[in-house]
């Protein structure tokens, strides 16, 4: 299975940032699809048009971070997935710990948020993890096939959903999950996978939260673990490089 190398900008960066990352990428990036790995960035919304732009006809393709749960209308300040699909995105990010948390987000908004980025012709990076609380009280497993169970929409398939395992607690803090974590929850996620869909063996389970390329190439050697959903280190092109070459 190839490894999805995904980056996650979130909100950072302005136009002349979003150019020197994109130029810096390109540099590095090799020229065509490569055999063993799968190239994805997500910049904010208003970048992705300038974004799929500069990257078409690369190795490197667009995501969101975000898409509303209505198809179109009368939502002020909202983005349709249609929306992302027609600026030339493949993915959209949803569910991550940060949605879930400052706009308080649930399972039900976003496996409606998943479903119309499948009717829209996006595939879903659906995000699951638990807070330290939550680790600390023995919890994490319960809560992730919680999330696994009420996240992902009817007709889910390894082609139109990715799974992202990121412990919050790691998320931004340089914190790691050690790799016998990371083995255990990606091993138990698969296992919830395997519950309620056939193709459960094919879908992809990144890890995030801190990866960095001192702690990839270990992570990426994990079995299920399927690439990175990468925040901090993706706004650096060495880092982001450094990355995706240990994968
Ligand atoms: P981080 O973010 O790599 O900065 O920890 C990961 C994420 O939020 O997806």
């Known amino acids: ?13 302005t136009r ?23 190239f994805l960035v997500c910049p904010p919304y208003v970048y992705l048009d300038r974004c ?3 990257f078409m006809g690369s190795a490197m393709a667009v995501g969101a971070q975000d898409c509303s749960v209505h198809a179109n ?3 002020t300040g909202d983005i349709s997935a249609d929306m992302v699909r027609d600026f030339g995105c493949s993915h959209v990010i949803l569910g991550h710990s940060e949605r879930r948390q400052f706009h308080k987000e649930t399972d039900a908004v976003v496996v409606a948020k998943a479903a119309q980025a499948h009717r829209a012709g996006l595939t879903a990076i659906i995000c699951v993890g638990e807070t330290e609380k939550q680790r600390e009280a023995g919890q994490e497993k319960a809560v992730v096939q919680d999330q696994i169970l009420h996240s992902l929409p009817q007709g889910t398939t390894a082609q139109n959903v990715v799974v992202a395992y990121e412990p919050v607690w790691a998320i931004g803090t340089g914190k790691t999950a050690t790799v016998d974590d990371i083995k255990e929850m990606h091993a138990f996620i698969r296992g919830c996978l395997s519950e309620t869909l056939a193709d459960y063996q094919n879908i992809r389970i990144l890890y995030g939260g801190s990866v960095k390329p001192s702690n990839a190439g270990e992570i ?10 990468i925040g901090g280190a993706s706004l650096k092109a060495q880092d982001y490089w450094g990355i995706a070459q240990k994968a």
């Open 1 to 13: 299975m190839k490894k999805l190398i995904a980056g996650n900008w979130k909100m950072n960066l």
């Open 16 to 38: 002349e940032g979003v150019n020197q990352l994109v130029y810096d990428l390109m540099q590095l990036l090799p020229g065509a699809p490569d055999g063993g790995r799968e």
């Open 52 to 54: 799929a732009k500069f």
């Open 73 to 75: 209308g009368a939502f």
């Open 220 to 229: 990426f050697a994990v079995e299920h673990v399927g690439g990175a959903l």
